[in-house]
């Protein structure tokens, strides 16, 4: 999966990430990894994945599809 960068990741607004925002991204999902590392999403194009803080209704990209799909339900 690849997750794409929001407000829930991110403090600034807009323009490119630099490293820090990356960093602190990455530090950030692998803190919520660890809270719940059996929680998984159900994506409408195939089933279920590991993904610590995606909610249902945001879109996730599938690398399998190569497009962008909904999350349908979440399971903690």
Known sequence: MVRVVTGKVRKR???PL???DRRQAWRQLAKAQRQNPLRRVRI???GWVRDPIAQVGDWLWCERHED???VAEVAE
């Open 18 to 20: 630099t490293a820090s």
């Open 44 to 46: 409408t194009c195939c």
């Open 68 to 70: 962008k799909f909904r």
């Open 13 to 15: 607004a807009s323009g």
